[in-house]
């Protein structure tokens, strides 16, 4: 009996490939030396964060501040030239970011809040409670997203906060639909059923194992919709629907700048521009991270 | 039309059917979505009490929910989606009269991503990891990011304003006047059309890639079919039913990207109706529009699903 | 000499699945098991013949839509939520396929210790050292307790498995095709594991497998399993040396045997044909398609399930009456009677 014992023990001790998983840090780390892209747009994104304390140091010219030097172009006290108020046009885009950050985020956040346990609920229980959310989610989804946060920011009433908040209630149903899927998937596992056995809880069940394991399709659609919840602030700002004068935001700045663009359209392509490398980072981010959590790709780390 | 098909289409509608009734719930909803008193809200700042009962009075809304609801929806049946607020005229006609010219923009607009993306996507794929590829994908993500309606300004700004190719802003009517119309819908299509184009070249170069690369596939070239024929024969069949699903993807989200693009090119299309009406809390017109919306995209999809369960006989067989 | 108690028995039990609005699965469909305390319960069929569904069923990972399961005489979906929850942790279950058993995103560790952190009794540090504790019984070293089981070899796993199962000190385990997913070398191992727990912990095993040659060396008492019901029942010698039924004969003839040719049985039993679908089994008898007995009498009624011998039950109109051809050919796998080693 004892014979048997040792040879497990001593193959046990013996095998190969026996490394330690690297901490979260370091992998973080791995991936972002293998992925430019991916580094360069965290760079530029961590830049534009700390935009949210340090926006008064990198431009110190007041972003409300008129002046009677309207449509100025660029010099030295202006580095991007003036509005058609006279106001600092790269004081508003740095004071700006902040605005356009905080708005992206607020979308996501109420978008997974609300469709991050819909959708585990739908996929957990399934019966009824999945047919009737699917139903719902449907019909939500036949909604042109963009025309349903206009009425929903319309019934909230005007601002920033709330056309995100509306912004964030339309990419809701996606994301419920995703997780849902992942939840089926996961809770079909074997490693569930036995910790059902051991006498786990449900909640306890989706806690620990269901949702770190499900969750990852929906992280990088997140980061993906940061991207589209940049670019529907922009227009709604854009028209009037968003950030209200005279706080700055780019696509404020834009619907400004059209105005004036027969006689001065360089003023549209600063606010654009920024609008566009934004949304190119949060897409990279999310196209790399899509990448690197790919399980296809899974070697041992 | 074969039985089972008959029977395919009488199930599909009658799916349709909750969705819609969701729909308008959704829609009905929104006025609940309003903090505070909707009556007041409307009213305004200055309106008083009475006003305030007026409105009330007149928008139903002292009555209990559910026979709100109930009156709204049986109106909505009929065709009578209430009168504007601000203008007093029935909802329905100002819809329908601005309906047109977003759809012009919405089709050519699709039409467009088509032409632009199904290329693009078919050279991406049959070059695979190569400069080409590599060219077209980076275009792709361009597209998604740009915001259209900076792009429909940089449009407005180059072709419109300063080679004079194009009028800048407004619309025609395409029954009377198709060229002009379609002069006028040029330049806003075409914004509208760069996401939808970058959305149908990757779907498509990823749907086709994975046929091209298949078992099957790569049994049908070691037995000597050319490359072309095997494109054509094989990867754009089994492709085709992605391109549906994509097309109805692009096709709702144009119709919603085109609220800005209206508001850039000033043209009178729901869009800015849309706008318009949410910014001034006109809240039947917003409902109108935006069940005149929807009715139209659940439309589209059901059509869409019934192309793809002709076209796919997996689909039928259940 | 005291009868031991029964711990987990089936009655009548019946579990179906339904599949869309016409067709139901009925995967067991009334079957009346015993096992008894301290004994190795084996049951044997082909893959479709219901078997792990029979097993989940008995230790509560399906509900049972007819007939009852009773662990210890009492039926443990009687139960509310909390309790059969801390009930159920008394019967539990070692999978086929470890990789799948094991969450791929917790440590070794972790999840040995996942049963104790549920049932939350003990302070964490007693939880810690019983779970290495455990690892170590089963003879994996401390090192394994910080990786993840992708680094672990399909034994290894197997291991982890049994061990996070041991930490609750359950009294039932059913192994579900428990070595099938191993290589052969390994398979011995674990077995021998398994054997060693057995006498170690009191620990009662329900072994569910489609490799006679397993299933006859480890248990006591053997059931046949065809198409969602039992076929034949008894104790590993009764089985093996004069089965009563044609599958059991069918299966047993056909295990390839270690002996030069001369010395083996004249006839083998070809078992022709496919398992049939078990969403329309046949009329009456179900294995009559396959059976080289068959009669108008197979297909017009369904074989009584009876004690044909003292403890030896079988479900065959011409049970007992039937030419084994593997009759004595049982001698190839005598089975070890646990008394024997003790």
Known sequence: MSTTFDRAASKAAASPGAVRRPSAMRRILAWLRSDLRAAVSLAYLLLLFSLVLFAGAIAPQSPVAQSMDMLAPPDATHWLGTDDLGRDVFSRLVHGAPMTLYASFLAVCVGSLIGLPVGILAGYLGGWVDTLTGRIIDALLSFPSIVLAIAVTGALGIGLTNSMIAVGIVFSPGLARLIRVQTIVVKNELYVDAARSFGMSPLHLVWRHILPNAIQPFIVQVTLLLATALLAEASLSFLGLGVQPPQPSWGQMLARAYGYMEISPEQMYAPGLAILFTALAFNALGESLRAALDPTRRRSD | ?318 | MTAARTLVAARDLGVHFRLDRHRVLKAVDGISLEVRAGETFGIIGESGSGKTTLGRALVCLEKPSAGQVLHDGADPFALSGRALRQHRRNYQVVFQDPNAALDPRMTILRSVREPLDVAGTLPRAERQALALQMMERVGLSRDFAARYPHELSGGQKQRVCIARVLTLRPSVIVCDEAVAALDVSIQADILNLLAELQREFGLTYIFITHNLGVVAHVSDRIAVMYLGRLVEMGTAEALLARPLHPYTDALLSSEPVALPSHMRPAQRVVLGGELPSPVSPPSGCRFRTRCRFAQDLCAAREPEWREVEPGHWAACHFAGALPATSAGHGTAYTPVPTEALS
Do not use: C
Request: proline share 5%; net charge positive; charged share 15%.
């Open chain 2, 1 to 318: 039309m074969s039985k089972r098909q008959a029977l395919l289409l009488g199930s599909r509608l009658l799916q349709v059917i909750p969705v819609i009734i969701l729909a308008t719930l959704a829609i009905f909803g929104l006025l609940q979505l309003v903090p505070g008193d909707p009556a007041a809200v409307i009213a305004g700042e200055y309106a008083t009490a009475e006003r305030i009962d007026t409105i009330r009075h007149m928008l139903g809304l002292d009555r209990p929910l559910l026979e709100q609801y109930a009156v709204w929806l049986g109106h909505a049946a009929q065709g009578d989606l209430s009168t504007s607020l601000i203008t007093g005229e029935p909802v329905l006609d100002e819809v329908l009269r601005r309906l047109p010219n977003t759809l012009l923009i919405t089709v050519l607009a699709l039409l467009l991503a088509i032409l632009g993306g199904v290329p693009l996507g078919i050279l991406a794929a049959t070059h695979v990891d190569r400069p080409l590829d590599r060219a077209v994908t980076s275009i792709a993500s361009l597209g998604v990011a740009v915001p259209n309606f900076w792009l429909g300004m940089i449009l407005v700004g180059f072709f419109a304003l300063r080679m004079g190719w194009f009028p800048t802003t407004g619309a025609a009517p395409l029954t009377q006047d198709p060229l002009r119309a379609l002069s006028h819908a040029a330049l806003p299509a075409l914004a509208l059309a760069t996401g939808g184009i970058a959305e149908i070249t990757r779907q498509l170069r990823s749907a086709l890639i994975e046929v091209l690369s298949s078992q099957y596939v790569r049994t049908l070239h070691a037995k000597g079919l050319s490359r072309t024929r095997i494109l054509w024969q094989h990867g754009l069949k089994n492709v085709s039913l992605t391109l549906l699903t994509v097309v109805g993807l692009v096709f709702n989200r144009a119709l919603g990207a085109t609220v800005a693009i209206e508001a850039v090119f000033a043209i009178p299309g729901t869009g800015s109706l849309v706008v318009a009406s949410a910014t001034n809390k006109d809240f039947p017109v917003v409902q109108g529009v935006v069940f005149v919306l929807v009715l139209i995209v659940i439309g589209l999809n059901l059509l869409i699903d019934l192309l793809y369960s002709l076209l796919d006989p997996r689909v039928n067989r259940r």
